[in-house]
């Protein structure tokens, strides 16, 4: 069962899947601290290169199944058209304030 984004507990993760879904390159960046970093699937990658690629050039959209860790680790179906859709995990590092500093998501 999807959990609907206005639902999402953490006020930073929820923007950051709103944004993501809407392919809003500049929101997404406003949620990042200076110097943010991620990882997929245990690599990790430079944070620009990797949204490019992964959610805006392919157009991807995270559907929320599940979270926990007060709304700071998610359970969800990604899709993008260069992978479809697989079953997912995110975890969110935020700063006391309130954006991002790091990012994890892979396979679930």
Do not use: C, K
């Not at 290169?49 to 157009?59: H, P, T």
């Amino acid at each position: 069962m999807t959990i609907q984004v206005a639902r999402l507990s953490d006020p930073a993760v929820r923007a950051f899947v709103t944004a993501v879904n809407a392919h809003d390159r500049g929101a997404l960046r406003a949620l990042l601290a200076p110097g943010a970093t991620m990882s997929d699937d245990g690599s990790d990658h430079d944070v620009d290169d990797w949204a490019e690629r992964e959610i805006f050039s392919a157009r991807g959209h995270i559907n929320v199944d599940n979270e926990s860790r007060g709304g700071r680790a998610l359970l969800a179906r990604y899709r993008n058209d260069t992978w479809g859709e697989m079953r997912t995990r995110w975890l969110f590092t935020v700063g006391d304030d309130g954006r991002i500093s790091h990012f994890e998501t892979g396979g679930a």
